[in-house]
């Protein structure tokens, strides 16, 4: 299932009135969601309660029994402690043996809604990372849990959240639990949110850890292995052959080692031109250590109309990422579906296992932990370090863009607010966790839209143990995660990764120096990078380097529908757009000269969200 809402009425509504609310949801979300799933169901299975479910495939992931109770969920569940994939009879009948402890005992991406008929009671809860993104929002007449933001414009006049908004522009996603509309907000991970009677309750189910493990790095080293081992396993349980998102970096080697190491059938997939330094590299390696791999790359309708091609992902993705990202990555791994089945795993994110995440405060303290989170550094050289365009916006709106510093820095404080007494790099972990890193998370959900995406590295049983390694076990080296590739498959640690050219082989004397020597380079790189972009720089992404993407943006920018968006007379930004200053941006990309990725880029952020917004409005209207 792709997803499922929960529509819940509250006492001070009319039945009747309930039911006209539910027509209306019905009309639109086939409208405008009908085209995208293989089939859309609804079911009221009590006068208080409307579901919609959003199939992608054959199951339905549904189950009520005679005495009332009800479950649906979206996603894919484990259970914690065993080797085994729950379905909607055994999520139902563990809730009945376990209920308050139910949450923990579970593992995998997904949102469970239930109801509980003996205490009268609505049930939602996600998994501890919210990999499978839902909204939520509360009227004065019903509750509403979402996986697509555009369905809350049926109950809630949509009104643009300013703040969500500033954080997409400076990131290109929102760090904190906004959403693109106001008054509706983001679930938040390892969250039980309950319905009783009209009122709605929020409990955490768990916690990251507060101190770093007592183990040895041997016995640290050996417990992650056969996490991993158990892992391949898991996912093997599920009866098909899962296709691995195979490139050159760490991250996703230590999947495949696993996956080789229980000699698990699977395959990889690899994205990119066909001269792309990893696309060359990953087919090679798969030559050497036989593994197959396929070359995925963008079709004739992206390439030439890609506005056509990926908008409707700005519907499915709930507007959280712009559309020349969200359409690209959805575009590419729909092509999965002719060469697999249905069940895609990558390594997204990796960056808890190893180093890459805050080198910058590393780096700068000499590879040692700094006494505290250095929110200054992180905010100059992280979440400000690309500003943008700001000339076309209304004064009352640049008050929020001048307030960003002190926001972010108001999100760094309320997150570790309780781990001031735990090691700085666990306090980072919770803030990446929790709001940094959410642009892995969002564009897996999106994509979980056409087929099951999984990302093992964020599983509760591998990311729980892992948040709790010292820092000079990962930032230091990647010790932890060279050691568990080599540990699972050593032919393939002696493969260099795409960092530096190293390879992810232990190390002796002799060749610590020309290792250290090449890793620190590479490390420096980033922040070498950082410093060019705050100087004006142009510094070309991975991405960027995998394609061409100028051509591309400027066919997006062609498209006749994108130039009726851009009219400001018909402009749902227009409240934080100025119009003398709008036409005369405008005049400026009809010159190609001016047409560089970061600017045209800036104004497909503008498009995804004014297209989105429009859509909003047609539904609420």
């Not at 400000?384 to 001048?402: A, E, Q």
């Not at 757009?577 to 560089?596: C, G």
Request: net charge positive.
């Amino acid at each position: 299932m792709a997803g499922v809402l929960l529509l819940q009425n509250k006492s001070n509504q009319s039945v009747s009135d309930f039911n006209i609310k539910c027509e209306q949801l019905k009309k639109h979300t086939l409208k405008k969601f009908g085209d995208s799933f293989q089939n859309i169901l609804f079911k009221q299975p009590n006068t208080q309660t409307f579901l919609t479910l959003f199939l992608k495939d054959n199951h339905e992931k549904y189950i009520e029994d005679a005495q009332g109770n009800w479950l649906a969920y979206e996603g894919i569940v484990y259970a914690l402690n065993e080797t085994k994939q729950h379905n909607a009879a055994s999520l139902l009948d563990l809730y009945k043996s376990k209920k308050e402890n139910f949450a923990n005992q579970l593992d995998g991406h997904f949102v469970i809604k239930l109801f509980d008929a003996a205490q009268n009671k609505t049930i939602i809860l996600n998994d501890f990372i919210k990999n499978k993104t839902n909204f939520w929002l509360e009227t004065k007449t019903e509750f509403m849990f979402t996986p697509f933001l555009l369905l809350s414009a049926v109950i809630q006049k949509p009104e643009i959240d300013k703040e969500a908004f500033n954080e997409y522009l400076w990131r290109y996603y929102i760090m904190s639990g906004r959403s693109m509309l106001k008054n509706v907000a983001r679930l938040k991970g390892a969250m039980v949110y309950t319905i009783a009677g009209d009122n709605l309750t929020q409990q955490s189910y768990w916690e990251m850890p507060h101190q770093y493990t007592k183990l040895s790095y041997k016995e640290a080293l050996k417990k992650l292995i056969n996490s991993f081992k158990e892992t391949a396993k898991l996912i093997h349980c599920d009866g098909r052959k899962p296709l691995i998102e195979f490139t050159m970096g760490q991250d996703s080697r230590t999947l495949l080692a696993a996956f080789k190491n229980q000699d698990i059938p699977f395959s990889t997939a690899i994205y990119g031109k066909e001269d792309f330094h990893e696309v060359v590299g990953v087919k090679k390696m798969a030559e050497r250590l036989n593994f197959k791999t396929r070359h995925v790359q963008l079709l004739d309708s992206f390439l030439e109309t890609p506005w056509q091609d990926v908008k409707n992902s700005i519907l499915l993705g709930s507007a959280e990422e712009p559309a020349y990202l969200m359409g690209r990555i959805l575009h590419m791994r729909r092509q999965y579906l002719k060469f697999s089945e249905g069940l895609a795993i990558n390594g997204v994110h990796g960056r808890f296992y190893k180093d890459g995440t805050w080198n910058e405060m590393y780096l700068m303290n000499f590879y040692r932990e700094p006494k505290s989170f250095k929110s200054d550094i992180f905010i100059k050289y992280r979440a400000l370090n690309k500003n943008y365009r700001d000339d076309i916006f209304t004064d009352d709106y640049k008050k929020v863009k001048n307030a960003s510093k002190d926001d972010i820095k108001s999100l760094i404080e309320e997150s570790i607010g309780s781990y001031k007494n735990s090691p700085v790099a666990i306090q980072v972990d919770k803030f990446d966790l929790e709001h940094y890193c959410i642009f892995g998370t969002a564009s897996n959900n999106l994509c979980n839209m056409s087929l099951d995406l999984l990302s093992p590295l964020l599983f509760r049983r591998n990311l729980e143990f892992a948040l709790s390694l010292p820092a000079q076990w990962r930032y230091n080296l990647s010790k932890i995660q060279r050691g568990i590739v080599h540990g699972l498959f050593p032919q393939l640690a002696k493969e260099k990764t795409d960092f530096g050219g190293v390879n992810m082989w232990p190390k002796n004397f002799f060749t610590m120096i020309p290792f250290l020597a090449r890793y620190w380079f590479a490390q420096s790189k980033k922040f070498r990078d950082k410093l060019k972009s705050l100087m004006g720089i142009s510094v070309k992404t991975q991405l960027q380097k995998a394609w061409d993407y100028l051509a591309i943006y400027r066919n997006f920018l062609a498209d006749e529908e994108v130039q009726s968006l851009l009219k400001y007379e018909n402009l749902a930004l227009a409240d934080l757009i100025k119009k003398e200053e709008w036409a005369a941006m405008l005049k400026q990309y009809e010159d190609p000269n001016y047409h560089t990725l970061d600017r045209l880029e800036f104004l497909l952020k503008l498009i995804t969200v004014e297209y989105f917004l429009q859509n909003c409005r047609e539904i609420n209207n």
